[in-house]
């Protein structure tokens, strides 16, 4: 597993103390990030990259599968339904959507309101490269990248002409397939890239059913000066039914029972992307980044009789200037950029309860810097900060009292990397950062006045280390502290026999001090183990909830996996999981227990014979001792518990044939 890049940000330029002899060359760039271009060694910050090959050989069966066990992040598949999938990191629980900035091919998945990205649009074929950032990285990404970014990268890095076909068919009547092509033609510097992807499952409850449809292709062009510039285009149509929560007793006795049985959801989405690289002088270069990408929901709850639908246009501007010129013989590299990002959310509701066709416009302008200063070839400083305005704008409703809104917000990073011999690295961080409410979260308030944003800092603290060729250990450290948390709070309002709740920013501060480690080693085509540990708590520090933990937060989690190559063409994997016990969502006082912990095993066969280049042939199972779990339930006066069943035993079988 290759660990790598991303950027992180600086203001200024950083003093050093005095040295005399001229040192070496910025070493050499081994991975080209979403947003810059930097060197894996010199980011302070626990970062995971995983190449091509990294992704094949996991066996994965999409994105979030990979996420999940190889990332060390924790995914939650409401209604055992991967369309719905919830990225939790760094100790965020129930409220977890929104932050983790979600990036694919410099396009930003996570929407204006609560409604969590489609990572089922990306299909895992596609993708030849996943960056992991654990932590808070504002400074570039802005508003919402709180615990961390997950960087999609499919844009293809030779001329090689490669096609891949492959189908596969499992439990639940679960059926897909993907075709890509790709190449290029080197005398005229032209690259590119298409994908379809096709995934359709009658899911494991009753009423969870769904079916996706994503096509993703890219064409670059690439100058004799390593410039460049590409043009992506995307289209997804997503279709899936909502089976709802259950009690506890039809979660324990008719776990794939539904609770609605006319509730669906439909999605159609596109967008088109530019990506661009010139170089002004051999150490100077500007990137630019442009997307427009229009989405349309539609939700309808038969069960209750009504449905709304919205369109959402989003545009993005992103100019960035990087100058690695040497100040006084120290390697120096300078990065200054401006995003600008226009959301236009428009609904049309026929619920009755509130603005049948309420308008929301959100403006969103930042002008940043990043300065990588080497004192020596082993000791780096990199330094950033941001500016950024954001104004919100609400139009043809009354559930608001203020129409327009603006966020002025400020965040910095400063860190250092420490590198005394090869392939150890050691890093520390302080971060402050920040999150913008969502749309939805605004217009669902007790007095209908506007949420503040969220702040906090964070210091990570952390090492990784290659040895004795075959083990890679790394460690994190990390201490998170907020104010004006988000959260909907089922105690906001007492209504004579039970509470009822908005949304709300937290009447106290939150802490998580947690750590993230693990253990890899790897003999090709030998055998191959790793572990994984996170251990964090999650609590108010002050207030009303002083101590009290925060919803739907596993204190512990694990992830172990062995694999064994019977012969060359045969490799075969085992893996387990620990979930750790959570309180249940909008329990903020801690009082109606805890979602049990859960422990899975799964496995998989993985042939690829020798005999039959390209092709490849696997066998999967998860869940294989069929344990009764949810991976997310919630708690409220009116209707007390809520469970949302994980998936039981499933297997999936997969061939694919590369030419």
């Not at 059913?209 to 410039?227: G, L, V």
């Not at 209908?448 to 460690?475: C, H, I, N, Q, R």
């Not at 999981?577 to 805890?594: A, R, T, V, W």
């Amino acid at each position: 597993m290759k660990h790598t890049l991303l950027s992180f940000m600086a203001f200024g330029t950083l003093l050093a103390s005095a040295q005399t002899n001229k040192i070496s060359r910025l070493p050499e760039m081994i991975v080209y990030a979403s947003r810059i271009e930097n060197p894996a060694s010199s980011i302070p910050s626990s970062i995971n990259v995983f190449s091509i090959d990294d992704i094949r050989q996991s066996h994965a069966k999409d994105v979030n599968d990979f996420l999940s066990k190889k990332a060390n992040v924790h995914i939650r598949n409401m209604n055992a339904n991967p369309v719905q999938s919830q990225i939790a990191m760094k100790g965020f629980g129930e409220n977890s959507f929104g932050r983790v900035k979600i990036v694919a091919d410099g396009r930003t998945l996570n929407n204006v309101d609560m409604s969590p990205p489609m990572l089922t649009t990306e299909a895992l074929e596609s993708i030849e490269r996943i960056e992991v950032i654990h932590g808070p990285s504002p400074v570039l990404y802005g508003d919402g990248a709180v615990a961390g970014v997950i960087n999609l990268r499919s844009s293809t890095e030779d001329y090689e002409k490669k096609t891949k076909i492959s189908g596969r068919a499992g439990s639940q009547y679960t059926y897909g397939g993907n075709f890509l092509t790709k190449g290029g033609f080197a005398e005229d510097g032209i690259m590119y890239r298409a994908s379809y992807d096709y995934l359709q499952s009658d899911g494991y409850r009753k009423r969870s059913a769904y079916d996706t449809h994503s096509f993703n292709s890219m064409i670059r062009k690439n100058f004799e000066n390593d410039s460049t510039i590409g043009l992506k285009v995307n289209y997804q149509n997503i279709f899936y039914e909502m089976p709802g929560a259950l009690d506890y007793a039809s979660w324990k006795n008719g776990r794939k029972s539904a609770a609605y049985e006319n509730d669906w959801g439909r999605i159609w989405s596109y967008g088109v992307a530019l990506d661009s690289k010139f170089f002004l002088s051999d150490d100077e270069y500007i990137l630019f980044d442009a997307s427009f990408a229009h989405k349309f929901r539609k939700a309808n709850w038969g069960d209750y009789n009504y449905a709304n639908e919205y369109n959402l246009y989003e545009i993005f501007l992103s100019p960035r200037y990087i100058n690695e010129k040497q100040i006084f013989d120290f390697d120096n590299k300078l990065t200054v950029g401006i995003d600008y990002r226009h959301d236009l959310y428009r609904v049309l509701d026929n619920s009755g309860f509130g603005a049948p066709k309420p308008y929301f416009n959100r403006d969103r302008i930042a002008a940043f810097a990043q300065d990588e200063f080497f004192v020596t070839d082993e000791f780096s400083l990199m330094a950033g900060g941001r500016i950024e305005t954001i104004n919100n704008r609400w139009s043809k409703t009354t559930s608001v009292k203020n129409n327009n809104y603006n966020d002025f917000i400020g965040s910095y990073e400063f860190g250092a990397v420490y590198r005394p011999v090869e392939d150890f690295r050691t890093w520390m961080k302080t971060t402050r950062f920040f999150r913008s409410a969502f749309c939805d979260e605004m217009s669902y308030t007790e007095n209908g006045e506007m949420l503040d944003p969220e702040t906090g800092y964070s210091v990570d603290l952390g090492g990784e280390y290659a040895f004795m060729k075959e083990f890679t250990f790394d460690a994190n450290f990390y201490a998170l502290f907020m104010n004006d948390e988000i959260f909907y709070n089922p105690y906001t309002t007492y209504y004579g026999s039970y509470w009822g709740g908005y949304n709300c920013n937290s009447p106290s501060k939150t802490q998580r001090l947690g750590m993230d480690t693990g253990l890899s080693w790897e003999k090709e085509k030998t055998a191959e183990a790793s572990i994984k540990y996170n251990i964090v708590h999650a609590s108010f520090t002050e207030g009303q909830y002083n101590s009290k933990n925060i919803p739907m937060v596993p204190s512990h989690r694990i992830r172990l996996e062995v694999g064994y190559w019977i012969i060359d063409d045969i490799e075969v994997k085992c893996g387990y999981s620990f979930i750790s016990s959570q309180h249940l969502g909008s329990d903020f006082k801690n009082e109606h227990g805890k979602l049990p912990s859960y422990s899975l095993f799964d496995a998989g066969i993985f042939y690829t014979p020798y005999w039959a280049e390209g092709w490849t042939l696997s066998a999967t199972i998860d869940n294989i001792f069929d344990r009764k779990y949810c991976d997310y339930a919630s708690w409220s006066d009116y209707l007390g518990p809520s469970y949302y069943p994980a998936c039981g035993r499933s297997f999936m079988f997969t061939l694919s044939y590369e030419f």
